[in-house]
């Protein structure tokens, strides 16, 4: 992790070279695990990304839980799932919540994004449950990664091998895959992300 990176959740001096990346954000309705949302996104902006979160339930907020059970903050997307292209974007991030990606890995909207940043060779960073619409992509193969235990098996059915780590960073295939476990690990996640769109 760069000292930069580091810095991050203190809010450090947004950076010249970030100005111009841009980050999407999706979800779902529903069931968003909050500070799997709202730290990435607090995070890449201060930084100096510019952050889009595209919503299902777009122009409604989503509501966000914590701890995949207590009620969590409404939060507003910026546009609807549809209205994105990932021409448009450097880095695609997907928040975990158990119900959230349920919903979001069976949206062909979402598969689209996911297989058309792979193939573009840009990197997608998953937290927690977020890699199960990565599965539904079948984007999978090949790829070494973590996640929240409880999807490890979905994981490697998918083609994927699966390690218990705070974050772990994968580019085979062409193109780099960023992937934690849980919320704990955001700080990690958060710099992974950062430093890949410097690079």
Sequence with gaps: MSDSARQVSGQAPAKKGLSQKRALVIIASFGIEEPELTRPVEDLRAAGVQVT?????YPDPADCVVHDQHEGIHYAPDCGLEDVDARDFDLLVIPGGTVN???LRVRPEAHKLAQDFA?????????CHGPWVLVNADVLRGKTMTSCRYIRVDLEHAGATWLDEECHVDDANGW????SRRPADLEAFDAAMIAALEG
């Excluded at 979160?53 to 339930?57: I, L, P």
Aim: aromatic fraction near 0%; glycine fraction near 10%.
């Design 53 to 57: 979160v595209a919503g299902a339930s």
């Design 101 to 103: 990606v349920d919903r």
């Design 119 to 127: 193939a573009a060779g840009k990197p997608i960073a998953a937290v």
């Design 176 to 179: 780099r895959l960023i992937t």
